[in-house]
T-cell receptor
């Protein structure tokens, strides 16, 4: 079946540090890949997505590249801010289901200190 | 776009009681989803509606769970004879057709004592 594995958190960084959150997946076919973010007290929000191999999703300074050969979709940001503190979820969906049935990882909490 | 609204935000109930949650999706969204998130885990898919039709249900949705979307607008999720294992955050999301992104509500946190 489909599954997503994320690195465990929390990830603790100082402001302006480089961020990587690892995500690997197992899926049949060609899934679409997503990163969702959950800020404290808020609902999940789509951060970025990629729908085919070698696509790069980007938003708010975050990037992730769909790597089919390594089945990975690692999230990166060159310089984190305190406001990036949140829980980040990697997810996939197999569109051959006809709708977005998301499979999420367990989430990685990011804590950024000034 | 007022976002996806869920009510109540928190619900505390005693084991064995029935509870019902409501979700109001974004008005032009014809797809509606329910997910469940337990502590330390990612959300898990429960069920999906396109308009008023419930097109898929997860095996996680036992016979005690029922979801409806009677007019293709708001949806309700009812849990009968609640158990402590039902304690979780219940998330609703909506989207338009195709691969448009899901918009999530802030969730209803259920605590069964």
């Amino acid at each position: 079946g489909n599954s997503v594995t994320q690195m465990e958190g929390p990830v603790t960084l100082s402001e302006e540090a480089f961020l990587t959150i690892n995500c690997t997946y197992t899926a049949t076919g060609y899934p679409s890949l997503f990163w969702y973010v959950q800020y404290p007290g808020e609902g999940l929000q789509l951060l970025l997505k990629a729908t085919k191999a070698d696509d790069k999703g980007s938003n708010k300074g975050f990037e992730a590249t769909y790597r089919k050969e390594t089945t990975s979709f690692h999230l990166e940001k060159g310089s984190v801010q305190v406001s990036d503190s949140a829980v980040y979820f990697c997810a996939l969906t197999a569109m051959n289901t006809g709708f977005q049935k998301l499979v999420f990882g367990t989430g990685t909490r990011l804590l950024v200190s000034p | 776009d007022t976002g996806v609204s869920q009510d109540p935000r928190h619900k505390i109930t005693k084991r064995g009681q029935n509870v019902t949650f409501r979700c109001d999706p974004i008005s032009e969204h014809n797809r509606l989803y329910w997910y469940r998130q337990t502590l330390g885990q990612g959300p898990e898919f429960l069920t999906y509606f396109q308009n008023e039709a419930q097109l898929e249900k997860s095996r996680l949705l036992s016979d005690r769970f029922s979801a409806e979307r009677p007019k293709g607008s708001f949806s309700t999720l009812e849990i009968q004879r609640t158990e402590q294992g039902d304690s979780a955050m219940y998330l609703c999301a909506s989207s338009t057709i195709g691969d448009s992104p899901l918009h999530f509500g802030n969730g209803t946190r259920l605590t069964v004592t």
